[in-house]
């Protein structure tokens, strides 16, 4: 307890001390602005805290002297930057967000926690909401032929003939033979109902406890006999799918609790699949599909384009970070290399500016210009982490 009090009471003497001479107006005083965002002293405080609290151990276990900034600037600097950067990058992932119209409804949040730690929730949820963005605008954008959908349900016609189902879930705890017995007798109560003609909905609104409910039961995704969504790949608990597989007609229910690792399901049969005419919207929506990784990629591109054209002003001396001095460049000319005086010589060729040039070589917009460009879907730093 003593030694995490000390380490507390240092982190907020480095965070006190780290930008002295800044303005103590609002929030710690403006530090910097990113397109004219204002950056306050206090989130960059608060992620300076964080990283630190985060190395603290690992860096004690090898022996470094985390006490002392003087004996370690070059660690304390990499953090200092590294708080100063991610500053600037949840600055712009706002106001790339902004152009998507996401939105943060924690304003409340903002007088009841520390300014930083507000920063931080606010720019991690429109992160998350820009993420989704990108990725439903890729797939509105996404086209797939007739061919293709084809080609994808003859592949393996098994994988997609499917039956779509509600169910009324009853849970209980396995470990308890009453609890059981109780979820077991009432899902037989249920369906002694159904049989009397009450509606599968109506019950599965006031009795099942699955999200499902809210809709009468109903599972959006076709399930097929191996027990994965057609449209997801989601698997199915075995149980529930066998229960399903066992109904004869559309509107056919269980007759008896289906149990699954959840409890016990009364399942209804809403529909059968078993045609490419049947399923081929079906393909056609699965094979539009976008991936995580792709939608990563393309807000990642986004976020460096926009980096690349931020006005990022810093209006505070780092404490430790020291700018990298530039490499000079290496001249390797050889001036006592051998010459050729009867070599062929083309005496042209260093005044055709476009000699050997290929117009159509690649280009990467992104290579290593920016050294300071960042992964907005890097893993963020989760503040309840280290505690």
């Known amino acids: 307890m003593k030694k995490l009090l000390i380490v507390l009471l240092v982190v907020l003497m480095l965070t006190t001390v780290l ?9 710690g005083g403006v530090i910097g602005t ?8 206090d989130t960059l405080d608060y992620y300076f805290g964080f990283y630190y609290e985060q190395y603290y ?24 930057y590294s708080a100063w950067q991610l500053a600037v990058n949840c600055a712009i992932i706002e106001q790339i967000a902004a152009d998507y119209d996401c939105t943060f409804n924690g304003d409340k949040l903002q007088d009841s926690m520390v300014y930083g730690y507000y920063d931080f929730l606010k720019a991690n949820d429109l992160n998350n909401q820009l993420f989704e963005a990108v990725k439903a605008e890729l797939l509105a954008t996404k086209v797939v032929s007739d061919e293709e959908v084809k080609a994808a349900y003859d592949a393996d016609p098994a994988a997609w003939n499917s039956r779509l189902t509600s169910h009324i879930l009853i849970t209980c705890d396995f470990t308890d033979p009453a609890s059981v017995d109780a979820a077991r007798t009432q899902a037989q109560e249920l369906i002694d109902q159904l049989n ?43 149980g529930y799918v066998a229960g399903a597989y066992a109904l004869g007609a559309v509107g056919d229910f269980s007759q008896a609790p289906v149990q ?15 045609s490419y005419e ?33 006005d990022i002003v810093q209006k505070f001396d780092f ?12 001249d390797d000319t050889d001036p006592n290399a051998d010459v050729d005086p009867n070599a062929d010589v083309d005496p042209n060729a260093a005044d055709d500016p476009n000699a050997d040039v290929d117009p ?28």
Do not use: R, W
Request: with cysteine; hydrophobic share 35%; aromatic share 8%.
């Open 19 to 27: 930008l002295a001479g800044c303005s103590s107006n609002n929030n």
């Open 34 to 41: 990113v397109n004219g965002q204002e950056i306050y002293k």
């Open 57 to 80: 151990s690992y860096f004690v276990n090898m022996g470094m002297d985390m006490l002392n900034p003087d004996n370690n600037k070059e660690l304390f600097g990499q953090i200092e």
């Open 196 to 238: 009397e003609g009450a509606d599968f909905a109506d019950l599965a609104l006031e009795y099942s406890e699955d999200g499902s409910s809210t809709n009468g039961g109903k599972i959006d995704s076709y399930i097929n006999a191996a027990g994965n969504a057609i449209d997801s790949g989601s698997p199915y608990d075995a």
């Open 260 to 274: 699954s690792q959840y409890g016990f399901h009364i399942i209804k049969l809403d529909g059968v699949a078993t």
């Open 278 to 310: 049947d399923l081929k919207d079906i393909v056609a929506t699965s094979l539009k599909s976008v991936s995580d990784e792709e939608a990563s990629a393309a807000l990642t591109e986004i976020f460096n384009t926009a980096y690349a054209s931020a």
């Open 319 to 330: 404490k430790y970070y020291v700018e990298p001095e530039a490499e000079a460049p290496v």
């Open 360 to 387: 159509n070589a690649d280009v990467d917009p992104n290579a290593a210009d920016d050294p300071e460009a960042a992964d907005p879907n890097a893993d963020t730093p989760d503040p309840d982490a280290a505690q």
